[in-house]
Structures are given as structure tokens and as C-alpha cells.
T-cell receptor, first 115, second 114 residues
């Protein structure tokens, strides 16, 4: 158990479906992140939340909609996805900057397949 | 802004041989440096980190990395690899002030064969 839990681990959805990915951390961290990892591509940072406020959106299509109701929970709402959105979606959390920089703690990811 | 370069996309090596995975970074300010490992169908796990102090840092499973400021490098080494070390390895950098934001390299796949 890494301290960051992602559900579901696997998800298959049609292009017209609506689904949500969930991420939960009990590490007391104040920042949370969504990353997309596609085969043979570098990690793509999608969204950053710091103290529940979105601080970064890296030109992510609107069919991906993040939600951060509190510092412990992060959701990624999905609708009308495309097959090229199939990837491993990773959630991470961190304490933030300064002298206590210990990097990110990652979840195990959700393997998404869009059919 | 920082950037990370991992020149080797894949490194094949035989079991019990030494290995070095290269990482170079670019930043206009002081940095923290990290190596993460990813096993198949899993998230990234922190392998080791350099924050300050000794430039040589070690992990619990025999990996080590050395921070070289003049060469802006943070190469990962292991004197004798195991089959179980087969994984993807990511180097990452963040500024050591302000909001922590990790910038990752493209990853190096380490393939250990018998």
C-alpha cells in the first residue's frame, strides 16, 4: 500500500459512456496531481491541485474534468472519450515545496481502455 | 524552468553485470533530484532522492546515484543487477524553493536477462 489509492484499477468504457476515476490519500499531503501515461510516451502532467485549488491545467481536453472536493480526494470525470485516451492514469500527492521536499507518492494507476 | 534528459530509452544488461542509467538536468536554480522505478502495470515508486548534504545517495536495494553539480547529472548505478530489477526508471527534478513541482524525464527501460 503506497498511501495513495486509486480506483478502479482497470476500466473499459465506450466512447459514449461517462465514468469517473477516484484517488484518495491519507498522507496529510496538500497537493494532488493527475498524470497520463501512454505507451512509448513520457509522463504527461494533466492537472495540479494545491489545497483544493486547481493551479495547473496543461491544455487537457474538456472531456476530462477534474474535481478536488478536499485535500484527500481527487476525481477525474470522463465523458465522450476517444480511443487515443486509452492509457494508464496515475494520481500522485505531495506535501508541497520547501525544505521538506520528498517527491511525490503515486497510486498504482487506473488502466483505461476506450472502445 | 527545469528539464530532464534521459538519453537512453532502453538499457539491456545481463544478470550480475553493473549498470548505469544516465540522467542530466537543466535548471537556473538549486534543485532536488529523484529516481523513481515503475514495475509493469504499477505506479511509480520512489527509489532514492537527493535533497542536500552528501552527493552520493543510496537505496535499500543496492542502487546509488551521485549528484554532480558541475556536470548537472544524477546518474543511477548498481554494481550487480538482478532479473527483478527489470523495470522503467524515471529521473525527476524540482526546484528547492516555492511550490514543489516535479519534472520527469522520458524514462529508461532496464532489461535484465539471464
Amino acid at each position: 500500500e503506497t498511501g495513495v489509492t486509486q480506483t478502479p484499477r482497470h476500466l473499459v468504457m465506450g466512447m459514449t459512456n461517462k465514468k469517473s476515476l477516484k484517488c484518495e490519500q491519507h498522507l496529510g499531503h496538500n497537493a494532488m496531481y493527475w498524470y497520463k501515461q501512454s505507451a512509448k510516451k513520457p509522463l504527461e502532467l494533466m492537472f495540479v491541485y494545491n489545497f483544493k485549488e486547481q493551479t495547473e491545467n496543461n491544455s487537457v481536453p474538456s472531456r476530462f474534468s477534474p474535481e478536488c472536493p478536499n485535500s484527500s480526494h481527487l476525481f477525474l470525470h470522463l465523458h465522450t472519450l476517444q480511443p487515443e485516451d486509452s492509457a494508464l492514469y496515475l494520481c500522485a500527492s505531495s506535501q508541497g515545496g520547501g525544505a521538506n521536499n520528498y517527491g511525490y507518492t503515486f497510486g498504482s494507476g487506473t488502466r483505461l481502455t476506450v472502445v | 524552468a527545469q528539464s530532464v534528459t534521459q538519453l537512453d530509452s532502453q538499457v539491456p544488461v545481463f544478470e550480475e553485470a553493473p549498470v548505469e542509467l544516465r540522467c542530466n538536468y537543466s535548471s537556473s536554480v538549486s534543485v532536488y533530484l529523484f529516481w523513481y522505478v515503475q514495475y509493469p502495470n504499477q505506479g511509480l515508486q520512489l527509489l532514492l532522492k537527493y535533497l542536500s548534504g552528501s552527493t552520493l545517495v543510496e537505496s535499500i536495494n543496492g542502487f546509488e546515484a551521485e549528484f554532480n553539480k558541475s556536470q548537472t547529472s544524477f546518474h543511477l548505478r548498481k554494481p550487480s543487477v538482478h532479473i527483478s530489477d527489470t523495470a522503467e526508471y524515471f529521473c525527476a527534478v524540482s526546484e528547492n524553493t516555492g511550490f514543489q513541482k516535479l519534472v520527469f524525464g522520458t524514462g529508461t527501460r532496464l532489461l535484465v536477462s539471464p
